[in-house]
């Protein structure tokens, strides 16, 4: 019989990061939005937690427990539940930690890990998406080149989440035909981050432009094609991405719940009209399909086994529910739905992200 109950750790690990969406997400929510800034203290708090580091061997300065993309899958929900932004502010190293401890040789891991998992929050990234229309991860513009012992790389990067502050980004290049990542340091004179961009939605995430002009990188500095390699990276990130999805989608239909269960009009609640109870339904159920492609997905990669299918399937699914979801989030609450002071306004603009985005969340 196949159980989808979390089990006593799982439910653990949820119940201290919604504490954490609570007591210093929420009542902050307004705030971030409109100063395009997220507390350090909630980021810090999470990072204690062990939202990126906990997975990491001892030896590289994590917790050493057991990695598990479907726990990683539950505490991006969980936190995305909250504010989507702050869900990814607050596991961006996670973008640069998984793929070197999936793909990185020891040197490498020895090299780059133990300055990323220290006890203070900070920030390496990584840079996938490239500002052209139909853009391709398999595909990519940005060129990568050997030249005696170093690679030369050449191009563009844009939704790269707060490389601003990062030591260092991973960039997805194509050398020889074939996507493959590089650990760029972000002092390289070859790199240069642009501003902040202006977003239709992730308010309160800073995003950049990166370019890439003749940057040199070390040849020991290219991640080996290992366990799944580049393709194996996309699907975890893909597989974070509908964790965010699903968690804004919840967000979403929780606050129409009980939006319509409160709302009087004409002498009764709305939630009573069979127009929003049946939105509210599916809002429900488009949700809760959202999750179980998710957790599929996440255990076919927990299970080392190749899951592009399923994290194909989810990314599709969970990129055009989740629009549909907020927006019948806005359609339930009427005009009160298009005023930023609720959170369907928030959540209808940071769904459109899942679809267009590679590269905020990894599982």
């Given at each position: 019989?196949?159980?989808?109950?979390?089990?006593?750790?799982?439910?653990?690990?949820?119940?201290?990061?919604?504490?954490?969406v609570?007591?210093l997400?929420?009542?902050?929510?307004?705030?971030?939005?409109?100063s395009?800034?997220?507390?350090?203290?909630?980021?810090?708090?999470?990072?204690?937690?062990?939202?990126?580091?906990s997975?990491?061997?001892?030896?590289?300065?994590?917790?050493?427990?057991?990695y598990?993309?479907?726990?990683?899958?539950?505490i991006?929900?969980?936190?995305?539940a909250?504010?989507?932004?702050?869900?990814?502010?607050?596991?961006?190293?996670?973008?640069?930690?998984?793929?070197?401890?999936?793909?990185?040789?020891?040197?490498?891991?020895?090299?780059y890990?133990?300055?990323v998992?220290?006890?203070?929050?900070?920030?390496?990234?990584?840079?996938?998406t490239?500002?052209?229309m139909?853009?391709?991860?398999?595909?990519?513009?940005?060129?990568?080149?050997k030249k005696g012992?170093?690679?030369?790389?050449n191009?563009?990067?844009?939704?790269?989440?707060?490389?601003?502050?990062?030591?260092?980004i991973?960039?997805?290049?194509?050398?020889?035909g074939?996507p493959?990542?590089?650990?760029?340091?972000?002092?390289?004179?070859g790199?240069?981050?642009?501003?902040?961009?202006?977003?239709?939605?992730?308010?309160?995430?800073?995003t950049?432009?990166?370019?890439?002009?003749d940057?040199?990188?070390?040849?020991?500095d290219?991640?080996?094609?290992e366990?799944g390699?580049?393709?194996?990276?996309?699907q975890?990130?893909?597989?974070?991405?509908?964790?965010?999805?699903?968690g804004i989608?919840?967000?979403?239909?929780?606050?129409?719940?009980?939006?319509?269960?409160?709302?009087?009009q004409?002498?009764?609640?709305?939630?009573?009209?069979q127009a929003?109870?049946?939105?509210?339904?599916?809002?429900a159920?488009?949700?809760?399909?959202?999750?179980?492609?998710?957790?599929?997905a996440?255990?076919?990669?927990?299970?080392?086994?190749?899951?592009?299918?399923?994290?194909?399937?989810?990314?599709?699914?969970?990129?055009?529910?989740?629009?549909?979801?907020?927006?019948?989030?806005?359609?339930?609450?009427?005009?009160?739905?298009y005023?930023?002071?609720?959170?369907?306004?928030?959540?209808?603009?940071?769904?459109?992200?899942?679809a267009v985005?590679?590269?905020?969340?990894?599982?």
């Amino acid at each position: 019989m196949i159980d989808f109950a979390p089990s006593k750790e799982q439910k653990m690990v949820k119940d201290s990061f919604a504490q954490v969406v609570r007591d210093l997400v929420t009542p902050a929510i307004t705030d971030m939005e409109e100063s395009g800034e997220i507390p350090g203290s909630a980021i810090q708090k999470t990072w204690e937690l062990g939202a990126s580091i906990s997975f990491v061997p001892e030896a590289y300065g994590g917790d050493g427990m057991e990695y598990s993309p479907v726990m990683n899958a539950i505490i991006l929900e969980e936190l995305a539940a909250g504010d989507m932004s702050f869900a990814v502010a607050a596991t961006v190293p996670s973008l640069f930690i998984i793929p070197v401890l999936d793909m990185g040789t020891e040197k490498q891991k020895e090299k780059y890990l133990p300055p990323v998992c220290t006890d203070e929050f900070n920030v390496s990234t990584v840079a996938v998406t490239e500002p052209r229309m139909g853009f391709d991860a398999m595909n990519l513009a940005t060129k990568a080149e050997k030249k005696g012992g170093s690679y030369v790389l050449n191009g563009e990067k844009c939704f790269v989440p707060m490389a601003a502050s990062a030591k260092h980004i991973l960039v997805a290049a194509e050398l020889d035909g074939a996507p493959r990542l590089f650990v760029v340091d972000a002092k390289n004179p070859g790199l240069s981050i642009g501003e902040r961009e202006k977003n239709l939605g992730l308010y309160s995430l800073e995003t950049n432009t990166v370019t890439l002009k003749d940057c040199e990188v070390p040849e020991d500095d290219l991640l080996p094609e290992e366990n799944g390699g580049y393709k194996k990276f996309l699907q975890k990130g893909r597989v974070g991405l509908c964790a965010l999805a699903t968690g804004i989608s919840r967000s979403s239909y929780e606050f129409a719940r009980q939006y319509a269960r409160e709302r009087v009009q004409f002498g009764e609640r709305i939630g009573q009209r069979q127009a929003v109870a049946f939105m509210v339904a599916e809002m429900a159920y488009e949700t809760d399909a959202m999750r179980l492609l998710t957790w599929k997905a996440a255990s076919k990669l927990e299970n080392g086994k190749d899951a592009m299918r399923e994290s194909t399937l989810a990314r599709l699914y969970c990129g055009e529910m989740a629009m549909k979801v907020c927006d019948y989030g806005v359609q339930v609450m009427g005009g009160h739905g298009y005023i930023r002071d609720y959170p369907m306004e928030r959540n209808y603009r940071n769904a459109r992200g899942v679809a267009v985005m590679e590269g905020l969340a990894t599982v």
